[in-house]
């Protein structure tokens, strides 16, 4: 039989290389403790005929398939897996259309996030869904995680805003799910299936996602607390007075590492710092009232603004978090999310299990729909303090499940969370999700052992 690169090769299914050195790169996402394994071939798609050609042949032979966007992901689903190809669609990066008329986008997996929202905005309109990497992530990606962000406690996450998908399955079929209009209950909903699918099911190539008219007022609240506790109690008080499009948290371990990065000059003697912002043509009045309403629940300093410069400036502090968190150390940061008013419980458990592992833990995330990224950050080099982090990873995992909450929020299983799967789910519905990957995918060629 022709080796499989050189069936690639003669199938000019995109760039394809084999050369180690290359394709070191591509075997990683950011996700920096998950094993990954060394692929065969990265082939570098330009087309959806390139797709269906790559999945064609890798279907015939049994050869695994890794697809990856831009590598941003954080529990390792785009991780090579040994004899693997790599399959890239970054290069598919055009925005086919915009609609004004329809609210709609049509773009390739590959159009970076953010650059859709700046193509939007020219239009007046908006891409709500906004992943911290929304500047560095795809399009393709943050469907296959179902992607969030700050703002999706309000406009929802990824999945709310994808319309219609194109896909390739494993044999090279393609398929178009869902519809343009904005109700549509014919058949199963497989664009839903296929969002969060981490790249398990189909290989999505092209998408048609709902866009928001941009607002046009925006206030935001920054306030600080003494314990994190209280910013939730705050938390919790805020939906009786606002809708806010935004409600985050970063205790008093990120805030520091946020002001070491960008000098901002945050209060790093606060036990936690609470952001809310607030659109629409009321942002200004919802903005004073939780001001009012933080400093009734104790915040020792509260400010609002309704200049839109001010506001991304606070914003933009806790888009950082990760980043100033990652100069501490190597960070293993989770993705855990509890109902709202469980929070509490689970910022107390964080901080036993800090002291516990005596391992430094920096918290920050989503608090108006209960996702919070624990992030542990130690010095790989040291097998004990890695152990240490592993063991403290582990008991926030099983303190969220004992919440009733969930593994992942926004990030997905990959191969960081595929251990801790049973702990949330019974037999009988991880034998309904292999039956269904095996309609999709009957040679489990695509992604196999991510996700579930």
Not at 316 to 331: D, F, I, K, N, S
Request: hydrophobic content about 45%; overall charge negative.
């Amino acid at each position: 039989m022709i080796a499989v690169v050189d069936q690639l090769r003669a199938a000019a299914a995109g760039s394809v290389t084999e050369d180690p050195a290359a394709m070191e790169a591509y075997r990683y996402d950011q996700c920096g403790f998950a094993d990954a394994g060394r692929p065969l071939a990265v082939v570098h798609a330009t087309s959806v005929d390139d797709v269906v050609a790559t999945l064609k042949i890798a279907d015939a032979t049994a050869t695994p398939v890794v697809t990856r966007g831009t590598g941003t992901g954080l529990a390792g689903a785009a991780n090579a897996i040994d004899g693997c190809i790599v399959l890239s669609t970054a290069r598919l990066d055009s925005i086919l259309d915009i609609d004004p008329v329809a609210r709609t986008a049509r773009v390739q997996p590959g159009v970076i996030n953010g650059d859709l929202d700046r193509a939007a905005a020219a239009h007046g309109l908006w891409y709500a869904p906004d992943p911290g990497s929304r500047d560095i992530s795809s399009i393709g990606g943050n469907m296959a995680t179902n992607a969030g962000g700050m703002c999706c406690a309000k406009y929802g996450v990824t999945a709310d805003h994808a319309l219609q998908l194109t896909a390739v399955l494993a044999g090279g079929e393609i398929i178009r799910t869902g519809s343009a209009t904005r109700k549509d209950v014919a058949g199963l909903d497989l664009t839903r299936l296929l969002v969060g699918s981490e790249g398990t099911l189909a290989v999505i190539v092209e998408a048609t996602v709902r866009l928001r008219p941009r607002p046009a007022h925006t206030a935001t609240v920054a306030a600080t607390f003494p314990t994190a506790r209280a910013a939730i109690a705050a938390v919790l008080a805020v939906g009786d007075l606002a809708d806010p499009s935004a409600v985050e948290v970063m205790d008093r371990t990120t805030v520091a590492a946020i002001n070491a990065m960008t000098q901002m000059g945050l209060d790093e003697s606060a036990g936690a710092v609470m952001l809310i912002q607030c659109d629409g043509p009321g942002a200004a009045a919802e903005a004073s009232a939780c001001a009012a309403l933080a400093t009734e629940h104790g915040a020792t300093e509260v400010f609002h603004t309704d200049d839109p410069d001010e506001g991304e400036a606070l914003m933009q502090a806790r888009r950082v978090a990760y980043t100033a968190l990652e100069r501490l150390g190597t960070p293993l940061l989770d993705d855990v999310c509890v109902a709202v008013h469980r929070l509490p419980d689970l910022l107390d458990a964080i901080e036993q299990i800090a002291e516990q592992f005596q391992v430094t833990i920096g918290t920050f995330g989503h608090a108006a729909d209960g996702n919070l990224h624990p992030t542990i950050v130690f010095d790989p080099a040291d097998a004990d303090a890695a152990a240490r982090a592993r063991s403290a990873f582990d008991a926030i995992v099983r303190a969220t499940l004992a919440l009733d909450g969930t593994l992942s929020g926004e990030h997905g299983i990959g191969v960081l969370k595929a251990p801790y799967l049973s702990s949330q789910f019974g037999e009988v519905e991880r034998a309904l999700m292999s039956r269904i990957k095996a309609a999709f995918d009957p040679n489990g060629v695509l992604n196999p052992g991510k996700a579930y």
